[in-house]
Every structure is written in C-alpha cells, then in structure tokens.
C-alpha cells in the first residue's frame, strides 16, 4: 500500500460530503448533467484503501450463451432444446464430451482448455478462485443488444438521464489508491466504454504498449508543452482527455511491456482480449496505480452456425477462457489483489433456432475469479430450469440473480466502496455470499 | 506552460474534506468557459456564473491549472454540447464546416459567393457538381468496386476490403461533392454491416444502395437495403426459415434502421416480422432472393397490420407481404421522428429540441422521406449559427487533414492504417448501430489524434503521399503560421493555437522538419478536432 497516502489521511474516518459539494469537487458545473439530481449523497473514506482490489471487469459483448459456456447437462430439456448444438454429456463416450463441474452443470471443452479438462478456467475453479452465477442478467426485459448493454454498464435499467457507467460512479466515489496516479481507470478500446463513463482520470488505450505521440524525441517535451496549453482551455471532455494523456502518455513510456514475462509459464493468447488481458496484468504488476480496467471480447452474437464444440462459439470461448486462465496464473495465482468480473447483455434461446444457431434471449452467466471470490462452484438461486412451461416468455432461462447483486458485493466487499446506493442507484442488494 | 496534477504542495492533505471541496468550487467557477456556460446553462451555470463572464475575448482567459484537486474526484463531464469558438464568428464558415469532411478557403470562398441557401443547394443537387477527377482516379485504382458479385467472388478479400476503404477516403477528402459524402458516411453507420462477416457483399451495398439513395428518399434506401444481399447475410435473414425463423434483421429493421428502440414495436411484433420476411435470402453469389418454399404463409400480424394466411401456389407474390411490410414502416410516424432526430444530431446538435424533431419529423411525411429537404430545413442559417460544436471522428479528422494539407496522393494505404490505430476501422463496427457519434466515446483516444499529426505531416514519399511544405517555407515564421491558419482553420484559429504554433515554429530554425512538425501540431490542435 501507499504509506504516504495513508498518511495523508489524518482525516476523520468517514468525510461526508453533500450531494452539491461532490458534485462541484468532481465535475464542476457539468455535473449537474453528469450526475443526476436523485443521486445519493456519497461517503468519502480513505481507510478502505489498503484492503481494496483492483477491479478488472469484462464485457462479454452480443449476449453470450450461458447455456454453452455452462450447460446444464443434467437437465433433460438442455438435449431436447438443442438436438444440433448441445455438448454432449461428461459422462458420454462423446470425444466432445463435456467437463463435469458439480453433477449438473458442466463446461464444453473449450471452457476447460480441451478433452483432458485440465486446462483454462478449471485450475482457478478447482482453487475455488472462480465461481459461476448462472441464471442471472438484468430484470428488464429487452432483447436489443444496444439497450441490454447501455443499461448493463449504467447499471441501472431504464433511466435515460444517467450517463455515467456504474464503474465509472465507483472511481469518482472513492479516493485514489495512489494519490497521484495519472491513470486510475483504463478502458482497452478505441472508445471509452459507457461502463467507464464519469471516472476521473481515465482513459480508453487500445494500445497500452505503444501510447506515443511520436516525432523526434529531442522535441517531443515542447511539443507536449504546446498540446498542454492548447488544450488548456478547452471544453470536456476534450479538456481532461488532453491533460490526462500527457501524463499517461509519460506513465506508460516507463512501462516495459514487451520485455514481460508471465508469471508461471502463463501465455496469453494473440488475440485482441488476450493481448489486453496482458496489458492490464503488465499495468497492475508495474503498481502504476491502475484501479480499474475493463476489457471486452466481442464475438458472442451467435445467431446462426453457433457450433460450441468446433466453430464459431468455440474459437470465442477458447479464446475467453484461455486469455482469463493467463490472467489467473500471472496475476491472481501470484497474490495480486485484483478481482476479475465479467457480465454479457443477456443469454439467448434456450431452444436453437433454424440456423443452428440461437436468439437473443434472457438469462446468463457472470464469471467472478480472484482470491477473495468465493468460487469452485456455480452459484444459482432456485434454479428454473429449461421446461417449457418455466421459460419467460416461453423461449427463455429466467432471470433470477440480479446482475447488480453480484457486482454490489464485490464494490462493496473487495472495492472497498460503501457508497453502493450511488453505485447502483435505487437497487437494494442482496449479498449472496459472492465473496469471502 | 505545465500542466500538473501535483498539487500536493498545496493541498498537503488531498482528500475530499469540505474545506477542499469550498476551494475546489472556486476554481471551478473561475473554468466556466463561455462554451459550457452556454450549453449548460439552463442546467446549472446559470445561477453560479455572472452575467459578466460571457462577454469574454476571443483569447479565452487560461484556467487556473495548478489548483486542480489530486485527491477528490474530478469526473470527466462527457459535455454533448460544447459550444463554438468565439473566434468562429462567421456563420457561412459554420455552414461550410458542417456541410464538408473539413473547411478549407476555396469552399469559404464558394459559400460566400453562393450565399447561405445557394450553398446548400450547390451541395444538395451534387450530381450537378463536376467530379471527373475525382471518379478517374476511384475508376483507376480501384477497379473492383464496379464489379458485380459474382465476379467478385473470386477476387482477394483482402483487395476488395482495401479498395473499399481507400476509396472511401479518397472520396470523402477530394471530392468536391462534400455534403453528399457526409451523408454517406451517415448512411454507411445507419445501416452498418461489418466486412468480415460480409466480405465482398459489401461491394454492392455500399455501391447500390448507400451512395445511389445517400440524397435520395429515405423510403427507397430503406427498401433499396432490405434487398440487399449484403445486408441479408450480416443479419443473418438469409439463414431464417418457415420452420425455424431468425429474428435478427426483423428487430434491427425497427429498432436501428426505422422505428428506433422507443418506436412503439413489441417482442411479439420482432417475431411475427420475422416470420414475414421468411424466403428473403441470397442465391448464388449474392444476388437478392425471395425463395417462396421457406417462406411461412401462415397469418401474421405486425404493428395491429394483419397479413391473412397464403399459399405456397402464389410463389414469387409471398414477397409482396414483406414488401408491404415494409411501407408500413417507412410511413411509421415513429420512422419519420427516428430519422429526423438522428440526422439532426449528425448534421446540427447532438442534443436537438422538441421543437427541431418534430420540425424536421414533419417535413420527413410531407415530403415521403426526402432526405435533401430534410437536410434542407435542418441547415438553416437561424439553428446552425447557434448550434454546439461536434467533435470530428477519427474518419472527419483524417478527411479534413488530407484536405488541408492538399497532399499528392499515389496510394492511400498508409491512410487505411492509420484509421484503424484511430480507433476507425471503416467498415468493420462489428454490432448494427454503426461508429458511435458521440463525445464522451470519442474524447478520451486523444494520443493516436496527436500521433496521426506527426504521421500526416511527414509524409513525403511519392510512391505514398507528399505533403508538399514549399508554401510553408517561402515566406517567414510568421507567414508560415498564417497560411496554416488558412489552410486548416479557414482563417479562425483560436488565438491560444495561433500563439502556440508561433512560439514554437521560432523556438527552432525554420527548417523543413520545423515546419512539419508545426503542421502536425495544427492537425493534433483542440481547435482543429471540432467542426
């Protein structure tokens, strides 16, 4: 932990601010749009700091199929739903045969590093680092990916006045872990992700190993000097934007990424995830005083030729449970407190549709992994099942775990954050022991 | 001048005590830029600022940086409203900013002798606009775009994807139909489709569907692309069946490309739609098809309209009830207010009235969908003189430096490239909502913008590009800037860019390498990044 940071803190143990003094601290005059006017006040403690994690949280974008990235081999309807695109049965003589996780449900082979399933997220599962939350998603119910998504990362359904992402409320409510940390929040996109949205020095890098502005070294402190006082004065966003780059822009020269080596023969996949996965692990092990990144592997959107066992689904899950696996061995095996959550818009169909593939639907699955997850299981509340009769609307695995339920716990219990009605406004949690 | 985050000197304890936050407030007041004053005025400025502050000079005071809080949190505002440069003062220049992929004098010039409403319609009527060159040189370097499908099919998908791109680029930097490229480029986002899901399909969308309407009437793009073979394979219509309908382009019809998310449809009316446009596919190699044997003929009912059950012996007529379907949407008043909307926030605001939607709704059904006399009643010289700053996307912003630094062009796959590390991968927006348009999406990937500054600049190689610097060089340091601000600002640069570039064009000698360098800090320039 930071020593001089704690010891700035000769504050009293919980400041509390009103709502308007947060607001003119944090943002200024915008805020009045950035934050809306029903927001609750916010406590501001330090004394969280030295427990807190790192969060590394994960989109899995297109509304992934919980039922191949966990499928219930156990119920009958699973077979029936899907006569083309089910996973045959752990216990089957299938070459394709599932890996038994807990009797009843179980991964495809690409979930568990191939036949043998021994490989990707089965180590962190069987180090009960990784727990699953099946059954779970948002209570509204839209099937557009774009609404499903916005309102996924805002955190709260339905609410056209906020803008601001849910891990982007949690970064302006809680001081620093590294008082002066350039970059606390790193969106790995082209585009500041919307749960990102109102955290303060933070930036979306789709390249953290090459974040230069190039040109001659010898004039690069002047031209730095001319883009900070040209944008001095500018408007937001562009204005932080600016001033947060050029520090960043310093931060990351220092950084070594291409001489990394993983911890524990760990090797990330190429792929864009994977290569972002690798990043944030290079950040975090730099003590750079990243807090949070969010990452997002697209790919999900399986509306025809889905094939979890050889196509398109599986070179996606392989591609997630691979990048992930790298990541638990590096960083999280190795003691780093980070916690690691990922959440899809929706789940989709229980049954296929005529394109051997299926429809957006309702429930899914959240992945949770770190060493204050309480994981080695797959966590559900009353589990419905797959029978017709049970489906919402006929066609879907119900919602039963608010996905704000899980994310609440790990705010609250691993962020180090109490300020969780201005995290996820207006949503009692239910702790679901989601955490140690 | 420096800009730092390292307070601590002065806030000894960084931390969000209230002493702090009275403090921070003050500085906080003495940021309010004209700019966000005027957009966020009526939302909280209002009663905090005086009066007096927006009478301010062009050279807008420089906030006070050294105070800014370390500890607190000072969220980033992603403001959609960010209000024009007091140095833009000439309304005609805002036009020809909004109705081109970057100013540049000869088109200042153009609108000034046209007059605001003639200058509209010169751009309007752009089939009238002499585009030889221009075409020559697509025709020249990028000859699969003319082909059809099936001989496409055979070609590279690596070409056809690098053609399509460059030419786009190439288009929309040089050729004088400006308005007409923003539209384009407007359309190509509305009905996005991703090339590697579609491949060389894309060819003729882009061809027969996106640039033939791009001006045209709404209804006819909308139906123009319901037939496309390209748009059947990205949303997956071409793998929907009677027996086992795919709701996918059924839903984006009406929540992305007419109704909008809000348009009054239900889950009910996604999937009865989808069982109307059962049979249309693609045959072959990507040619349009109804197929009446996987089309369902039960009855159905979208939108309270009730299609009677058919029969397989009316053949080729079952594509009449999606046909009819699809009149149904385009004549939609949800249609009508969808697309008034989001082209006012592409041409006008990103945030556009009440009143401006159902303005612009309205001449949307008294016109049957024109998208000119749209265009027509949203660039009026009352709005858009009044109306926000939009940030350029990485695509406007590599457009308008090719425009402004009027380079010599062999090939432009440097360009390609640099999109992608722009954040801009033309084409390639995997999900159907197309490139966002907004701020808060775009403001935070600043570095590769300034990067891009550097690469454009220094482009010299006449195998590529040459960026010719010889105008730059003729006269002084002085002149150099002043042709700069012409060349990339139509003469309205802010005087805080104007007083930077000089300062550093004579901190060295004024050289070659200077003056690129001094380029490339215009293009990575604030003021450079809006339009």
């Known amino acids: ?436 | 001048m420096r800009i730092t985050t390292g307070a601590k000197a002065q806030h000894p304890k960084v931390d969000s005590s209230a002493e702090q936050a009275t403090e921070v407030e003050g500085v906080t007041t003495e940021r309010r830029s004209r700019r966000s004053f005027v957009f966020f005025g009526a939302l909280a400025a209002a009663t905090m600022i005086p009066k007096a502050s927006r009478a301010q000079a062009p050279s807008r005071k420089r906030r006070v940086i050294e105070k800014d809080p370390v500890d607190v949190s000072p969220a980033i505002v992603p403001s959609e409203s960010v209000a024009a440069f007091a140095e833009w003062d000439s309304p005609i220049s805002r036009l020809v900013r909004r109705a081109t992929l970057g100013i540049t004098n000869a088109e200042v010039a153009r609108a000034n002798q046209l007059g605001w409403q003639g200058y509209v319609n010169y751009q309007l009527n752009y089939t009238r606009i002499n585009d030889a060159a221009v075409e020559a040189f697509v025709a020249q370097k990028y000859p699969l775009l003319s082909q059809t499908s099936d001989l496409l099919f055979s070609a590279a998908a690596g070409d056809i994807r690098n053609q399509l791109i460059e030419s786009t680029i190439y288009r929309a930097a040089f050729s004088q139909r400006q308005l007409y490229h923003r539209m384009v480029e407007f359309w190509s986002d509305h009905f996005n489709q991703d090339i590697d899901k579609v491949g060389y399909l894309l060819v003729a969308d882009q061809r027969d569907v996106i640039r033939k309407n791009a001006l045209g009437r709404f209804p006819d793009l909308l139906k123009a692309s319901a037939h496309s073979a390209s748009m059947m394979a990205y949303l997956d219509q071409s793998a929907s069946r009677n027996t086992a309908p795919n709701q996918n382009y059924a839903r984006e019809i009406m929540e992305l490309h007419t109704l909008g998310v809000d348009g009054g449809y239900t889950q009910t009316d996604v999937a009865e739609l989808s069982r109307v446009l059962t049979g249309w596919t693609i045959q072959g190699r990507g040619n349009f098809v109804f197929n009446p044997a996987i089309h369902d003929w039960g009855s159905k009912t979208v939108l309270g309209v009730t299609i009677p059950a058919g029969s397989p012996s009316l053949g080729q007529d079952g594509i009449k009830e999606g046909e009819q379907m699809l009149d149904v949407l385009v004549n939609h008043p949800s249609t009508a207010r969808f697309i008034a909307t989001k082209m006012l926030r592409w041409l006008l605001t990103p945030d556009p009235t009440p009143t401006q939607i159902s303005t612009i709704a309205s001449v949307y059904r008294a016109t049957g969908g024109d998208i000119k006399a749209m265009i027509r009643a949203i660039l009026n010289d009352s709005w858009l003189p009044a109306a926000p700053m939009k940030l350029k996307r990485p695509f406007h912003f590599l457009a308008s430096a090719l425009r402004s630094t009027t380079p010599t062009v062999a090939t432009l796959s440097a360009m390609n490239q640099q999109l992608s590390v722009l954040g801009h991968p033309i084409f390639s927006w995997d999900t159907p909502d197309g490139f966002p348009d907004k701020i808060e999406y775009w403001a935070g990937n600043i570095v590769p913008r300034w990067a891009f500054g550097t690469t454009m600049s220094n482009q010299n190689s006449a195998t590529s590009i040459v960026v010719d610097t010889t105008a730059y060089r003729a006269g002084s340091p002085d002149a150099a800037v002043d042709l700069i601000d012409q060349n990339f600002f139509g003469g309205e640069m802010p005087l805080v860019t104007r007083t930077g570039l000089l300062t550093y064009i004579k901190a060295g000698t004024f050289t070659d390498p200077r003056v690129r360098e001094t380029i490339a800090l215009a293009i990575s320039a604030n003021a450079f990044q809006w339009y």
Request: aromatic residues 8%; hydrophobic residues 40%; charged residues 15%.
């Open chain 1, 1 to 436: 932990m930071d020593d001089q940071h704690d010891a700035d803190c000769g504050c009293q143990e919980y400041n509390e601010l009103s709502r308007r003094q947060f607001l003119a601290t944090s943002a200024g005059v915008s805020a009045a749009a950035l934050f809306p006017a029903w927001l609750p006040k916010i406590v501001m403690s330090k004394n969280y700091s030295s427990t807190r994690d790192i969060i590394v949280s994960v989109f899995q974008r297109g509304g992934a199929d919980g039922l191949s990235l966990c499928a219930p081999f156990a119920d009958a309807n699973y077979y029936t739903s899907r006569s083309t695109i089910a996973i045959p049965r752990p216990d089957s003589t299938a070459a394709t045969k599932g890996i038994n996780l807990d009797g009843f449900f179980m991964f495809p082979q690409a979930m568990a590093g191939g036949a043998a399933g021994t490989g990707g997220l089965i180590p962190a599962f069987k180090a009960t680092d990784l727990l699953i939350v099946h059954a779970t998603g948002q209570l509204n119910n839209s099937r557009s990916h774009f609404d499903a998504q916005r309102y996924m990362e805002v955190g709260k359904p339905v609410d056209p006045s906020l803008v601001t992402g849910w891990l982007g409320r949690h970064l302006a409510s809680i001081p620093p872990l590294k008082p002066d940390a350039p970059l606390r929040g790193i969106g790995v996109a082209s585009g500041l992700q919307k749960t990102l949205v109102g955290a303060p020095r933070t930036l979306p890098i789709a390249d953290p190993t090459n974040y230069t502005i190039g040109g001659l070294t010898t004039t690069q402190p002047q031209r730095v000097a001319f883009l900070q006082g040209d944008y001095a004065g500018a408007d937001e966003p562009l204005h932080s934007a600016a001033l947060d780059a050029t520090n960043t822009v310093s931060l990351l020269k220092s950084v070594n990424f291409s001489g990394y080596v993983p911890a524990n023969g760990a090797v990330y996949p190429t792929s864009s995830f994977g290569r972002a996965l690798r990043s944030v692990a290079v950040l975090i092990k730099n003590d750079a005083g990243i807090e949070a990144a969010q990452v997002d592997i697209g790919g999900w959107d399986t509306h025809s030729a889905e094939d979890p066992i050889a196509g398109s689904m599986f070179r996606t899950m392989q591609d997630f449970s691979n990048s992930l696996a790298a990541f638990y061995a590096d960083v999280i095996a190795t003691g780093y407190s980070v916690t690691l959550v990922s959440v899809s818009e929706f789940g989709r169909n229980v049954r296929e549709n005529g394109s051997q593939g299926t429809d957006h639907g309702r429930g899914a699955v959240m992945f949770a992994m770190g060493k204050g997850i309480a994981g080695g299981r797959v966590l559900t509340k009353n589990w419905p099942g797959l029978a017709r009769e049970v489906l919402a609307d006929g066609q879907d695995l119900q919602v039963t775990v608010d996905y704000r339920d899980i994310l609440a716990e790990i705010v609250q219990q691993r962020l180090g954050n109490p300020n969780l009605d201005f995290v996820f406004p207006t949503w009692k949690p239910t702790m679901l022991g989601v955490t140690r």
